[in-house]
């Protein structure tokens, strides 16, 4: 019996995403479990999965969407449809035309998706029991509560005064064990073994937030799971007498029939009837059914956007001729000449393709995660000094480890969600008395944090406590609202801790041989084999104050942490000489000359700062030195730059001022974080050089050259990509649904420890990211996009890679994401579908049946 | 005369504000903004009263005639100064925190309008005017309880709060009424315990009770006190405003009223046992609470509990201190609850603590009794050598407080630094205590409280927290009664939206 519960449970619990903890904030798709299947055919109700339609033809308007966008989702989305036109009157209209015609003439009634606050007495009473039990800090843990949430609910719900005296009795009758109470509720409410899984899913939908921290809780801690979970709501279902089945009816299709709609647009077309015209408009439009309007709209809102990116690339051919539909696939060797290469730019690394000719050696490379915020300092610094070349990869370079600091107590996972944490990584101190006067202040602050915390929560101190200590919080309050800066440095300034000079411990976590595939295979995947005489690797983090969400600006590849620790240990890992002796066997000499740097880039700031400073030998100082001058130049126009989206923020103000955001404790909009993401550009930097992206888009630096068995790019497209996806669909549905799969307005936030927020008094655990992390004054800020992929490299190469993978067969056959690629630079773009490569529509490129009208 | 036009710049200021955000809705950003320097340009004025005040030794600084007149004394400047100075700072946060919310405006309305009923109600000078400012106040609040009216959470929690609030209006109104009849509209507050005493016994006792009653719902004290933690769906600075400046207004209540009040026996008692039994009620409540507003709400549920306690005893000048204190430690609190993550993040780089001897222990557990004993005995015997009995009872808990603090710090790490700081610390914050307790007593004067309770009276609260204390720590005994409380506090620390039915 309680095997086939568990069984039961897993299954249906299966496609529920678990939600990570707000100290390692991981971006999920809240829909992962469905990338199985089509985007669009899911149906959740109170979910949107777009915008409303007023929002597109508002966009139409502003030319934000063009009828050729239009016309060119309508024909991506239904193929059949291309060659395909009708007769009205005496004109020949292309059935895609129609299509548009009726999109953004005649505006038909779309339902509109309301999230509903509905919410039951047993999610209230569950909502209340799970938070208490799992509360991280308790000042009074629930008693029972090593016996497992149900064990200590039904000892405790027998005393809840919340619950009449018959349930708290039927509460003594219920089973002693989690899976029994599921199968005894089950039964007791006359629930068939056919219905019951509905009947668990429905329970584990009533409180999304708390199910999904609980299925990350199970497989990370282990105190709660899925089953113990259920058990507690279906006995409470049980002892308070509600029923479990759900009122909400399904969402119904009320599509109007295509007859009518035909009916309408003739008369709008025509200016009467046509009956014979009005058959053949209605089958067309019988393809195309109100519900998929929406889809349709995004999907030209999404070219629009890939369109212009791609011709901002560089080597893209301007007059493509590629559109032409019925072209065939040209043989790309032929091709690959017939559009001159654009140079990438004076003195980096030469043109694109041409990977023979001698380019002159960079004066300072600078490796920065794929992140879209690296876009803007790497194009920043490379306008400031053509002798900087920059190179997008992973923030955690590739070294998956777990850090803590020199004697510290706990670690940080600093490594994708994909990965296991295997090697341990601490810190050396260079001066040992140092440290230990470290650890010893450490130690006080420690002491000091425990006398406060008591003094705060023990029963009869707070009284005193705030009487004696209420001016000196005054002073605070005041100083923090009025002088932020200031409150910010005399705070460090008190807890300063001389940090003591230290190197990473990664020689002892991973082989000399385990560090050399490491750096082989980075170097490799990111085509990095000509090397300046300074190479910085820059993790980023990001700076807030009194932010809760701090860690979702973090760096995501770093397991939602600042990426210092993988950049500090990816510079010793390349500065070590046996690992460069083992790299120069397998083909990838390092000069003797080059020193690897590790450095912290701050976003808030979008300052760069050299870590290990005290390990830079005294032949590089001056390169150090002088690149700190130019991060400096860059930082600034970058600050400037970014100011100018910024709420409260003006260009005009100097970047310290915009800086000091971070320190600000009633900041809500320290930086706009990833905000705008919608590309994921794989290539060399040559094809993106020079452009401004704005910020939008991943970067991954790839050559097809160094990675001859395409290892690299499988690695990329199945990780980077992957935790891209998650990062582009996380920001996709907090945009569109803030009240469900959005934490809502961060000024009601109430958090729970670092587990999660509740948003007021009590409810549901909140997901995804804050509205003040995707709009500002009720516009969104965040264009919500799925992620366009763009690739340079061999098509086969990439097909026989996405055929290999089934997470990317998902999420490109699904529509959860989008491919397209081209062999190289000056060759023509084609578009991934579930059929193969064809030709992209170069959607600004007028269409022939245009004319027609 | 210059005092008079400082006293209207403050009492004006925050009205201006007001209606600067009522004419301005359009330019939400900059209206707020504005209304958050006039709030602290009406700061400044009352500051500048203060001080022309104590330079000349005036008692009291008259504004207004007949039942509207406004008497600003000592106590009137000091709480115009914290609810001008923390409501000005709490704008100026919110400029920024509300930056690009569409009910940014709302709240610059609401907020300066209860701002500017609070300052006129602790100017008050007559009993007309004080009950309307009263009333205008808790409207006020409601109004920016309302701040996000379409969430049903909010729509609770100012369900709640009404109808207290009326409750306890209507209290205050009858109280009022009673009063203005026997003493006529522009009866002084001052002269409320002549009238009461030309009064039948039974209607002065109802009149006190009544106030009491008013006092109570205002401060979220039993049996009115469900409302406080129904209100945590309004914006942080809502809240942060609400925990500083409103809720301690049953004590502004007791202490103006304190000559219908402090002479009865029965009125003091009832006041004591409220504030006692909400002081022990909130701060076991606050134990299982997981959400740091939540704990935030309770706690100062239990401060306002020990505050209206303090009432009780007769020490009004001791209720006073408390209630500034609080209200600049509680609304800090409330403004930086989202530090919990960033927290937390700093407790990684921490050494392991290290193992504690049996010697360290005593040793750490003896200073921690011995030093902060020794210093609030020598701290009072330098500035004010003879202590009341209530005091002195008060007096106890600032010693407990230290020695909590003090022990914890010094069993986790007793070095000469943690030593050396922590009683540096401890011995400078007693004093500074000191000097403000000191000079809060000489500020209001002392109110002869002939029905006050016995001083140890406070031992029950005490005991009791202490055997709270004891049964969250998870020690092993007293299972059933723990599993009873446990049970019982969780289902009175989250305010229900559903009415729960059985079988």
């Given at each position: 019996m309680s095997l086939k519960i568990r069984a039961d449970v897993a299954r249906v619990a299966r496609d529920i995403v678990p939600q990570w903890p707000l100290h390692s904030f991981i971006a999920v798709n809240p829909l992962g479990g469905r990338e199985g299947i089509d985007f669009e055919s899911i149906r959740d109700s109170?979910?949107?999965l777009t915008r409303s339609t007023p929002h597109y033809l508002a966009d139409v308007q502003s030319g934000r969407i063009t009828r050729e966008n239009l016309s060119a989702a309508v024909i991506e989305r239904i193929p059949e449809l291309r060659a395909h036109s009708v007769r009205i009157g005496s004109r020949t209209i292309s059935a895609a035309k129609l299509i548009v015609a009726e999109l953004t003439e005649l505006a038909p009634a779309a339902e509109t998706v309301r999230a509903s606050q509905r919410s039951d007495v047993v999610d209230e009473m569950t909502a209340k029991w799970v938070a208490s039990f799992l509360d991280p800090h308790p000042l009074w843990p629930m008693p029972h509560r090593r016996d497992g949430f149900y064990a200590a609910w039904r000892a405790l719900a027998r005393h809840d005064p919340a619950v009449s005296r018959s349930a708290r009795r039927a509460a003594r009758t219920l089973p002693a064990r989690a899976d029994d109470a599921i199968g005894h509720a089950l039964s007791e409410l006359k629930i068939g073994t056919a219905d019951a899984d509905a009947v668990l899913r429905r329970q584990l939908a009533g409180l999304p937030g708390w199910t999904a921290h609980i299925k990350w809780r199970a497989e990370h801690v282990g105190d709660i799971d899925v089953v113990e979970y259920l058990a507690v709501r279906l006995s409470l279902h049980l002892v308070l007498g509600q029923?479990?089945?759900?009122?909400t009816p399904s969402p119904s299709d009320g599509d109007e029939s295509p007859w009518t709609r035909a009916i309408r647009l003739v008369e709008h077309l025509h200016g009467g009837a046509d009956r014979g015209a009005t058959a053949s408009v209605a089958r067309v439009l019988a393809m195309h059914p109100v519900r998929d309007h929406p889809f349709t709209f995004q999907r030209a809102y999404e070219l629009q956007y890939a369109g212009e990116l791609l011709r901002t690339i560089n080597g893209t051919a301007d007059d493509a001729d590629t559109a032409d539909p019925v072209a065939p696939r040209p043989d790309i060797a032929d091709t690959a000449g017939t559009v001159a290469p654009r140079p990438g730019s004076a003195g980096t690394a030469g043109t694109a393709g041409t990977a023979d000719t001698v380019a002159p050696r960079p004066d300072t490379q600078l490796v920065a995660c794929i992140d879209p915020r690296s876009e803007g300092i790497r194009r920043h610094l490379e306008q400031l000094h053509a002798g900087i070349e920059t190179f997008g990869f992973a923030g955690f370079f590739g070294i998956p480890i777990r850090f803590a600091s020199y004697n510290s107590s706990s670690a940080i996972d600093s490594l994708p969600a994909l990965l296991a944490p295997h090697h341990r990584v601490t810190e050396r101190p260079r001066d040992p008395a140092s440290a230990q006067q470290r650890t010893a202040r450490l130690g006080a602050h420690q002491a000091f944090a425990a006398g406060i915390h008591a003094g705060e929560s023990t029963t009869a101190a707070p009284f005193a406590f705030a009487e004696t200590t209420g001016v000196l919080f005054g002073a605070m309050t005041v100083l923090r609202t009025l002088a932020p800066t200031i409150a910010a440095r005399c705070a460090a300034a008190l807890t300063s801790t001389a940090r003591s000079e230290s190197s990473v411990t990664v020689a002892d976590a991973f082989t000399l041989d385990e560090r050399a595939g490491l750096a082989e295979a980075a170097l490799r995947m990111m085509g990095l084999s000509q090397f300046a005489p300074l190479v910085i690797f820059a993790g980023h983090g990001s700076t807030s104050t009194n932010n809760l969400y701090e860690s979702s600006l973090d760096c995501g590849a770093c397991g939602g942490n600042p990426g210092t620790a993988n950049a500090r240990s990816a510079a010793a890992i390349f500065n070590d000489p046996d690992v460069r002796r083992l790299l120069h066997e397998r083909g990838l000499p390092i000069p003797s000359d080059t020193f690897f740097l590790a450095a912290a880039h701050d976003t808030v700031t979008d300052r760069i700062r050299p870590l290990d400073a005290h390990l830079v030998p005294p032949t590089h100082l001056d390169r150090v030195e002088r690149f700190a001058r130019l991060q400096h130049t860059a930082s600034d126009a970058l600050v400037r730059e970014r100011a100018h989206d910024l709420p409260g923020a003006s260009p005009r103000r100097t970047p310290d001022r915009t800086r000091a955001r971070g320190d600000d404790w009633a900041e809500v909009y320290p930086e706009w974080g990833l905000a705008g993401n919608a590309a994921f550009i794989i290539g060399p930097r040559e094809i993106t050089y020079g452009q401004d992206l704005k910020r939008r888009v991943f970067l991954h630096s790839y050559r097809p050259e160094t990675d001859p068995n395409g290892a690299g790019l499988e690695t990329i497209l199945t990780a980077p990509v992957v935790v891209a996806q998650w990062i582009n669909h996380q920001y996709y549905f907090s945009a569109l649904n803030p009240d469900t799969l959005g934490a809502g307005t961060k000024t009601v936030h109430n958090a729970i420890g670092t587990l999660g927020v509740l948003?007021?008094?009590?409810g549901d655990l909140r997901r995804g990211l804050p509205w003040q992390s995707v709009a500002f004054a009720g516009r969104l800020v965040h264009e919500p996009m799925r992620l366009a992929v763009i690739v340079e490299a061999p098509l086969d190469r990439i097909s026989a890679i996405v055929s290999r993978n089934a997470v990317l067969r998902s999420l490109f056959d699904n529509n959860w994401i989008s491919l397209t690629a081209r062999e190289n630079s000056g060759s023509a773009w084609y578009s991934y579908g579930r059929y193969g490569w064809s030709p992209t529509r170069q959607s600004n490129i007028p269409h022939h049946e245009g004319a027609a009208q | 005369m210059m005092w008079t036009t400082l006293a209207l710049a403050a009492l004006i200021a925050p009205w201006v504000a007001a209606g600067a955000g009522l004419v301005g809705r359009h330019r939400q950003a900059e209206v707020a903004r504005a209304a958050a320097a006039v709030t602290g340009l009406g700061f400044a004025a009352a500051a500048g009263l203060g001080i022309a005040t104590v330079v000349s030794g005036a008692d009291a600084v008259s504004v207004g005639a007949g039942a509207f007149m406004l008497t600003l004394d000592g106590l009137a400047i000091v709480m115009t100064l914290l609810v001008l100075g923390l409501s000005g700072v709490i704008q100026s946060f919110a400029t920024r925190y509300l930056r690009g919310d569409s009910r940014q405006g709302w709240f610059v309305i609401t907020a300066n309008l209860l701002t500017a009923s609070t300052v006129l109600m602790v100017g008050a000078g007559t009993v007309v005017l004080f009950t309307v400012a009263w009333v205008a106040a808790g409207i006020s609040l409601v109004l920016l309880l309302n701040t996000y009216p379409h969430d049903r959470q909010a729509k609770e929690g100012v369900r709640r709060t009404v109808w207290r609030f009326v409750v306890g209006d209507l209290s205050l109104l009858a109280a009022a009424a009673m009063l203005i009849l026997a003493g006529g509209m522009d009866l002084r507050l001052a002269e409320v315990g002549t009238v009461l005493a030309g009064m039948p016994d039974l209607l002065a006792a109802a009149v006190g009770v009544l106030l009491v009653a008013a006092a109570l719902a205002r401060s979220s004290q039993i049996p009115f006190h469900g409302w406080l933690p129904a209100t945590l769906a309004a914006p942080t600075p809502v809240s942060a405003l609400m925990h500083a400046g409103v809720v301690n207004a049953g004590a502004i209540l007791l202490i103006r009223f304190s000559s219908a009040i402090a002479d009865s026996t029965l009125t003091m008692a009832v006041v004591f046992v409220a504030g006692a039994t909400t002081l022990v009620y909130a701060s076991a409540v606050r134990l299982i609470k997981p959400d740091v507003k939540g704990r935030l709400v309770f706690s100062t549920m239990a401060q306002m509990g020990f505050m209206i306690m303090a009432c009780g005893l007769g020490a009004f000048a001791a209720a006073v201190f408390h209630l500034v204190a609080h209200g600049l430690y509680k609304s800090a609190l409330f403004l930086s609850a989202g530090t919990g993550v960033r927290q937390q993040a700093a407790r990684r780089v921490w050494p392991d603590r290290p193992h504690r001897g049996v010697a360290s222990a005593v040793a750490a557990v003896g200073l921690a009794v011995i030093v902060p004993l020794g210093a609030v005995a020598s701290a009072r015997a330098v500035f004010a050598p003879d202590v009341s009995a209530a005091s002195a009872a008060l007096l106890a808990f600032v010693v407990l407080a230290g020695a909590v603090t003090l022990g914890s710090t010094l069993l986790v790490r007793l070095s000469i630094a943690t030593v050396a700081v922590s009683f540096l610390a401890i011995i400078s914050l007693t004093l500074v205590y000191t000097v403000f307790v000191v000079a809060f007593e000489d500020l209001l004067g002392s109110v002869a409280a002939v029905g006050a309770v016995s001083p140890w009276w406070v031992l029950a609260p005490a005991a009791l927290l202490i055997i709270t204390q004891w049964l969250a720590s998870d020690r092993i005994g007293a299972s059933a009664v723990r599993d009873v409380l446990y049970a019982r506090g969780l289902s009175a620390a989250t305010p229900a939206l559903h009415p729960v039915k059985g079988i």
């Open positions: 109170g979910i949107a029923p479990v089945e759900d009122a948003s007021g008094q009590a | -």
